[in-house]
């Protein structure tokens, strides 16, 4: 396996970015979103290993947001299933 230095110099059009992320948030996506009281029974218990201390109850997800809003129901055509 050959080993590529990463060469910042060379193009001209190249962009380097990172974004941060809130402890909370990053836990509670690691964690298949779960919901704060969960987290923090995971940290009382001492059953995750390297999980900090969490500070803000709150975190705004989209991914749950959009999973529970409320959706219309499929409309039925009783028409094709009495044939």
């Not at 193009?11 to 009281?37: C, F």
């Not at 009382?44 to 705004?60: A, C, D, R, T």
Request: proline fraction near 4%; include cysteine.
């Amino acid at each position: 396996m050959e080993v590529c230095k990463l060469n910042v110099t060379r193009t001209r059009h190249q962009a380097l970015a990172s974004t941060t992320m809130s402890p909370e948030k990053l836990w509670h996506q690691r964690y298949g979103h779960s919901n704060h009281n969960d987290l923090m029974l995971l940290q009382i218990k001492s059953m995750v290993e390297g999980l900090p201390v969490m500070k803000n109850n709150h975190v705004e997800c989209k991914a749950c947001a959009l999973g529970k809003q409320h959706s219309e129901e499929f409309p039925i055509h009783e028409e094709k299933y009495l044939n």
